[in-house]
């Protein structure tokens, strides 16, 4: 299974919300979603990223591959008003970063597998994977959240990147 690199039009659709205690596929999707995240060395993943487009996302902060988490119809319901800048990669931009600002703290609200409410209050980086998988869900890129000169500067880096071989999991070539 491959991720899908931009400009693959999958990327800018929105997702479609799924029901977790209806559709029994997304055990078995979030399943391939976590193989394909750690084959690529990601921290998180979204079902638009592999050409499925439904609202799902997995993500691993842990060292180890221990801490996998899925999550159905991800939602930011509250941010902070603080922000921060930081370089972000995403396995369907490979061989760049981008410098993208995002709120420092989220709540996000979301279905378990199982059809469990869940609420993630997050900060650091598991504020920033979250605004960042979401964003695919809604079909933005890292390149779709910087405008004029440093938009061209991205896109550029990217082209050279892709030209020069970069692969998915991959930030500088």
């Known amino acids: ?15 479609a919300e799924v029901d977790p205690a ?8 979030a399943r391939r ?15 638009t990223q592999i050409g499925v487009l439904k609202r799902v996302i997995v993500y691993d902060l842990s060292d180890d591959g221990s801490g996998l988490v899925a999550l159905c119809n991800p939602a930011i319901v509250e941010r902070s008003g603080e922000c921060e800048i930081d370089d972000e990669g995403c396995l369907s931009v490979p061989g760049i970063s981008v410098a993208i ?12 597998l199982d059809g469990t409410k869940v609420t993630i209050e997050a900060d650091g980086l598991l504020a920033r994977l979250l605004q960042h998988e979401i964003d695919h869900l809604n079909g933005m ?16 880096r990217y082209r050279e990147a892709v030209d020069a071989g ?8």
């Not at 209806?22 to 999707?29: G, S």
């Not at 890129?141 to 550029?156: C, N, P, S, T």
Request: net charge negative; hydrophobic share 45%; proline share 4%.
């Open 101 to 112: 600002e995002r709120a420092c703290e989220v709540t996000c609200e979301a279905l378990s």
């Open 141 to 156: 890129l890292i390149i779709d959240r910087v405008e004029g000169q440093d938009r061209k500067d991205a896109l550029r």
């Open 1 to 15: 299974m491959d991720v899908l690199a931009h400009p693959n039009p999958a990327l800018a659709q929105d997702a």
């Open 22 to 29: 209806a559709d029994e596929t997304l055990r078995d999707l």
């Open 33 to 47: 979603m976590a193989r394909v995240m750690y084959q690529f060395s990601g921290i998180g993943l979204a079902a």
């Open 166 to 173: 970069a692969l998915p999991g991959e930030t500088s070539i």
